[in-house]
């Protein structure tokens, strides 16, 4: 018995009817709603990625605070010294 070959292809397949989706949509859909969830967590700061993000941003604003209180010594003592000088 011959095998009707256009039948069998997804291609072919006639839309799904409104109010059901296809596996490939709904899967299509969890996967934003997953992305969407884990973009309000990172922006909350409760996911693993964004707390080693807060702490690594926390350690580059303490670096830049020493580094300009150490360009403010300088400047003072520059200033001293130009001072002293004249």
């Known amino acids: 018995m011959p095998r009707d070959v256009g039948s069998s292809s997804s291609a072919a397949a006639p839309p799904a ?9 709904r899967e ?9 969830n884990y973009q309000k967590l990172h922006a909350q700061g409760k996911t693993e990625q964004a707390r080693a993000d807060l702490a690594r941003l926390a350690i ?5 605070e020493e580094a300009a209180r150490q360009r403010e010594l300088k400047k003072i003592e ?3 010294k ?3 000088e004249k």
């Open 28 to 36: 299509e859909i969890e996967k934003q709603k997953k992305q969407a």
């Open 78 to 80: 520059a200033e001293k």
């Open 17 to 25: 009817p409104t109010g059901e989706l296809s596996r490939r949509e």
């Open 82 to 84: 130009a001072k002293g």
């Open 60 to 64: 580059i604003k303490q670096q830049r």
